[in-house]
């Protein structure tokens, strides 16, 4: 099994839409970390999983110095937009996103 890994940062601003009181309901930012992971059993005719660059075409360049909840169909939270990012590529079976030091959610397919 061969396995990649494309780590980027982001710059985006959110809000959550919660159904109690937190601060977190404020437009505010943060400078995302992304980690993407993706495997397969053979490498592709160029020989690799899949080109890193594609990965920041989809993710990155989609994503940084935007307001998530304007392009993103759901409540911007760190395990949804990890889903997300997940099914934009069809080799990933792991996405970590961090929006601080001390906050990070992973979401992983399952096997």
């Given at each position: ?8 940062e ?6 959550l ?8 309901t404020?437009?505010h930012?943060h400078n995302?970390?992304?980690e993407?992971?993706?495997r397969s059993?053979?490498l592709?005719e ?9 990965i920041?075409?989809?993710?990155q360049?989609k ?5 998530l ?12 937009l ?6 934009q ?6 996405v970590?996103?961090?929006?601080s030091?001390n906050?990070?959610?992973w ?5």
């Open positions: 099994m061969y396995i990649v890994k494309k780590r980027m982001i710059s985006a601003a959110h809000r839409s919660l159904p109690y009181e937190s601060k977190c404020q437009l930012g995302w970390i992304i993407v992971w993706c059993e053979k592709n160029v020989g690799m999983v899949v080109d890193f660059t594609h920041k075409e989809k993710i360049n994503l940084d110095h935007k307001y909840n304007d392009i993103l169909p759901f409540n911007t939270t760190a395990e949804n990890a889903k997300w990012i997940c099914d590529i069809p080799e990933c079976f792991k970590m996103v961090q929006e030091e906050n990070a959610a979401y992983e397919e399952s096997e």
